[in-house]
């Protein structure tokens, strides 16, 4: 996997070689190029845009629980959306004119490898890590609750400044950063050699997130008997003094996801596919027992989750309503079913959110002309 990698910089396609080397951003490209584009008028897709979202909750108005998707608890909206800026940033492509998918720079690797949390490392960016260089350094509200490190302007010290968008987001993001600095303080880390501990750490941290990306939050989604059909039972084997050993594994079967020297990311999932995760955003959330009833966006910033702001004093998530876990008596609560239809709050995107267009079906759609889907 790629040890350094760096974010910043864009340039025009042919003029970087695909070679493997140590930088591990990635391109985006196509993976049916002999399709043509849908390029409907500007106006028909604000249109369209207008009619996905439901209407605005009401004081005292519950939602409509035949739009929950019960098999999908909520958690899995905002793990959905960490993958995401796991595999994919693109700050270059513009939503009011074409972009050709092969001369955007992918700022992340096409790879379950959590660069959106370790960014380039403790070498080249020791502001994200305590002074051992080791651990993540973390942060405190006002109250003394656990956040992220932040800034005197209340900004996040993050591998990617997008994983503070929300405060949902956010605090599974703290959670990672958590479960990474208790992975360091094993037995088993502290007995390597001091050079080795963070890269130990890291790779354990990496394995446990590709194994619930894997089994947990894809099995979910699309079902034991899609995953089994793209991973097959494989097996090899391995020198063992006069004889050999059988190590099972598996092999990925593709159908339509080709490519050549590196594999790239496709428009047609990054950009079209894996929008589906928008619809499944609830209305409101509980986050504790006293936090309760609270809009992804509002009107009044203060009375909604947006982020790129210090955790708000008494809304540490209690993760068991997000999550379903052995044992609680808490109620789990569900996501919102995949369909057409968007939650109000993401009609009012902050501007920190979203410059521009602050409608995020418009956003969707007009991304996917701009880009030739």
């Known amino acids: 996997m790629p040890e350094h990698p760096f974010h910043g910089r864009s340039e025009l396609r042919g003029l970087t070689p695909l070679m493997r080397s140590s930088f591990p951003e990635g391109r985006f490209g196509r993976m049916f190029r002999n399709l043509r584009p849908l390029l409907p008028p500007s106006a028909a897709l604000e249109a369209l845009a207008r009619q996905m979202f439901e209407p605005e909750p009401q004081p005292g108005e519950e939602d409509d629980p035949t739009k929950d998707n019960p098999d999908l608890p909520a958690g899995f909206t905002y793990f959905g959306q960490f993958v995401d800026h796991d595999l994919t940033f693109d700050p270059t ?18 790879a379950f490898d959590l660069d959106s949390i370790y960014g380039r490392g403790p070498d080249d960016q020791p502001f994200l890590y305590e002074h051992d260089g080791i651990r993540f350094l973390l942060g405190k509200n006002a109250a003394g609750e656990d956040d992220l490190s932040r800034n005197t302007k209340g900004r996040a010290l ?5 994983n503070d968008e929300n405060l949902i987001v956010a605090q599974l993001t703290l959670g990672i950063l958590k479960y990474h600095n208790q992975v360091v303080g094993t037995p088993f880390i502290a007995a390597l050699p001091e050079d080795q501990r963070f890269d130990e750490a890291r790779r354990i941290v990496r394995w446990h997130f590709q194994w619930a990306v894997v089994h947990d939050f894809l099995a979910r989604l699309v079902g034991n008997d899609v995953i089994d059909d793209i991973l097959q039972p494989d097996s090899f084997k391995v020198p ?38 928008h619809s499944m955003v609830r209305g409101e959330y509980e986050l504790n027992a006293k936090v309760q009833n609270i809009p992804i966006f509002a009107k009044e910033p203060a009375e909604d989750l947006r982020g790129f702001r210090a955790l708000p004093v008494g809304h540490v998530i209690e993760w068991a309503r997000f999550f379903s876990f052995r044992g609680s008596t808490l109620e789990t609560q569900p996501s919102r079913k995949i369909d057409s239809k968007l939650a109000f709050g993401l009609s009012i995107l902050p501007g920190d959110v ?8 418009e956003r969707d759609l007009k991304r996917g002309k701009a880009l030739g889907l």
Do not use: C
């Open 354 to 361: 979203a410059k521009g267009i602050h409608d995020l079906a």
């Open 93 to 110: 492509s513009q939503l009011q004119r074409d972009n050709d998918p092969n001369a955007l720079h992918n700022f992340r690797t096409s």
């Open 158 to 162: 993050l591998g990617d400044p997008r």
């Open 240 to 277: 063992a003094g006069p004889t050999a050993n059988t190590v099972r594994s598996h092999r990925v079967v593709r159908k339509f996801f080709h490519w050549k020297n590196h594999p790239f990311m496709p428009v047609e999932f990054a950009v079209g596919a894996y929008r589906f995760g």
